[in-house]
C-alpha cells in the first residue's frame, strides 16, 4: 500500500498540492503464487451464496442457521487483542486447570485415605473392645 506522500502529486502551483483520485492510484499487486494456501473450503458449498439459492428455488427453504434461536450480546471487551496472546493465556488458563484438577484429586485420594485408616482402627477398637468385655446382660 502506498503511504500518502507517494499520493500526492507534485503541485503545479506552489499554493495548493493535487491529491491522486482513487482511479489514478497505482495498484499494488501481490504474487501469491507457489505459497501455502491456508483457507479452509470444506464449507464453499453451505456458505456459497448461488449455491444457497438454487437449494432455496429447489426446496423451498432456506437452511436452518447452526445457532438457531435468539441472539446472544456479551461483553467481550477483554477479547480485544491480538489471537497469539489470546491463545497464549489459553494454554495458561487451561494448565491452571489441570493443576487444579491434580490437586483436588489428591485431597481427594488423601482424604479416602485417611477415612480407610479411621475406619480400620475403629474396627480394631471395636474387636478389643468385644474381645476384652462381655456383652451386656450375659455376667
Known amino acids: 500500500m502506498k503511504k500518502i506522500k507517494d499520493q500526492v502529486k507534485s503541485p503545479k502551483t506552489k499554493d495548493k498540492p493535487e491529491i491522486f483520485k482513487p482511479w489514478e492510484r497505482m495498484r499494488v499487486q501481490t504474487d501469491v503464487e507457489d505459497q501455502e494456501v491456508r483457507v479452509d473450503t470444506s464449507f464453499g458449498n453451505d456458505t456459497d451464496v448461488n449455491n444457497i439459492v438454487e437449494r432455496f428455488k429447489r426446496t423451498g427453504t432456506l437452511p436452518e442457521p447452526e445457532t438457531a434461536g435468539r ?8 477479547l480485544q487483542e491480538d489471537l497469539t496472546p489470546l491463545l497464549q493465556r489459553v494454554e495458561e488458563a487451561q494448565k491452571e486447570v489441570e493443576l487444579a484438577e491434580k490437586a483436588v484429586q489428591q485431597k481427594a485420594a488423601e482424604k479416602a485415605a485417611q477415612d480407610a485408616e479411621r475406619l480400620k482402627q475403629y474396627d480394631q477398637e471395636r474387636e478389643q473392645q468385644e474381645n476384652t468385655e462381655p456383652p451386656p446382660g450375659t455376667e
Open 71 to 78: 441472539g446472544q450480546f456479551a461483553d467481550v471487551t477483554n
